[in-house]
């Protein structure tokens, strides 16, 4: 399906260019059609089949999409190749992109090499994919994350963007500079990648004790994107060198400790940092979230909901649902306005919070509403709209995604009443 809309927007895009000979633009668009359809859901024979369309008609208005069509397909198959030859021709096409996981794929590919023609394209590519990360990092907080979360993914996409520049850089001679990008990179944001990295200028350059300890540092730091095998190579350089310097491996453990140490404390400093800019930065249970007011006034803790059910309606400003189910929500709210024990809490799930204020005063939403800070993520809000029902033990109680107009305000009474009583009863 995703092959069939990557089609379909190629033909709207012809559709918008010049008018071509009605017969041949026809055909052209049935035989694109055909192939796609033809290949059955499977990659390689869907990639072929691009291919074999381009080869008929090699001046195609819808050539761009296609190029990217086959640059992602072949990016699924690990068809490094392909990959190459259709990513390259994509950013060449789309100077403005931001397709990120294709630069950085493109990138790496030009860099399996060591030869300073793939190295010199890698550089400007890499200077792009920074700019690119930077244009994030002035922006607002995505994938409804907090504000200190989304600024800790973008310094980890910027230190890919300058590991991969160091190699670049190592590639065409410069070695000295490529250890200066690899630390530049690790002081952005440390992780394995970036140490290993430094490691591996600082061996051309001599410095062998220094590279053990970046050996090291990759090996023990926290990092989800290191793989089993890169740590088994870690664990092999950091023995080559320990008997090149000591003509055993004998002390390596205390090296390996003291990393280890060393490392923890780091991303500790780090996260404790990252917490009084953004106390939701690494929040991981729902208790230790604070939810900022939309109004900018004071925020809320929802550890001070404990004991008490909640009842949590995700919205969003470009949400039609949403407009109908507030009213019913509040009518529920008024049912229960007299037990303090039941709270109403209006969470906004937009990406864009500056959207936010003139909505709420165009449709005249009265009460508090918040915004989410990254709250959405940990309890899994896959849509818009949903409510939750926080018993007051703090477990989900009840969700509610999307709503039945005629049944929801009596399906969403009847919820509340049933966690309420299910709170009182463990009582």
Not at 149 to 170: F, I, M, N, P, Y
Not at 185 to 208: F, I, M, T
């Amino acid at each position: 399906m995703r092959w069939l809309v990557l089609i379909a927007a190629g033909s709207v895009l012809l559709a918008q260019q010049p008018a071509a000979p009605p017969a041949t633009g026809a055909t052209e668009e049935s035989d694109l059609n055909r192939a796609v359809s033809e290949s059955g859901g499977s990659q390689i024979d869907f990639i072929k089949a691009l291919e074999r369309h381009l080869a008929k008609y090699p001046d195609s208005k819808q050539r761009a999409a296609i190029d990217k069509a086959i640059a992602k397909a072949a990016m699924e198959q690990n068809d490094n190749e392909r990959t190459l030859i259709y990513g390259e021709r994509v950013l060449a096409a789309e100077p403005a992109s931001s397709d990120l996981p294709l630069l950085d794929r493109v990138i790496r590919l030009l860099l399996d090499s060591d030869k300073p023609e793939p190295a010199t394209k890698a550089i400007a590519l890499t200077k792009r994919y920074q700019r690119e990360v930077e244009a994030m990092r002035s922006g607002a907080a995505k994938s409804h994350m907090s504000e200190g979360q989304w600024g800790e993914e973008v310094s980890k996409a910027l230190a890919r963007t300058l590991v991969l520049e160091a190699r670049a850089t190592g590639n065409l001679g410069h070695v000295d500079d490529a250890v200066a990008l690899a630390s530049k990179a690790w002081n952005v944001y440390p992780g394995s990648e970036a140490a290993r990295e430094r490691a591996r200028w600082l061996v051309k350059q001599g410095k062998d004790a220094e590279a053990l300890q970046c050996y090291a540092d990759a090996f023990t730091i926290a990092d989800t994107r290191t793989t089993s095998m890169e740590r088994i190579a870690d664990r092999t350089h950091m023995g080559e060198l320990r008997r090149k310097l000591n003509d055993s491996e004998a002390g390596l453990g205390d090296v390996i400790l003291a990393a280890f140490d060393r490392n923890t404390s780091l991303k500790l400093a780090r996260a404790e940092a990252i917490r009084k800019k953004d106390p939701n930065a690494g929040a991981t249970e729902l208790v230790e979230f604070v939810l900022p007011r939309t109004d900018g006034s004071e925020s809320l803790a929802v550890a001070s909901l404990k004991g008490k059910t909640v009842v949590m309606d995700f919205w969003a400003t470009w949400c039609a649902p949403c407009r109908i189910q507030h009213p019913m929500i509040e009518n529920v709210k008024k049912k229960f306005e007299k037990n303090p024990d039941v709270v109403f809490l209006s969470v906004d799930s937009d990406e864009d919070h500056s959207l936010v204020p003139a909505f709420l005063n165009e449709m005249k939403w009265e009460g508090p509403s918040y915004f989410d800070a990254g709250l959405s993520n940990l309890l899994n809000i896959a849509s818009i709209p949903t409510v939750l029902i926080l018993g007051p033990d703090g477990k989900v109680s009840s969700r509610m995604v999307g709503f039945i107009p005629e049944r929801f305000e009596a399906m969403l009474g009847d919820r509340i009443t049933e966690a309420v009583s299910a709170g009182a009863a463990s009582n």
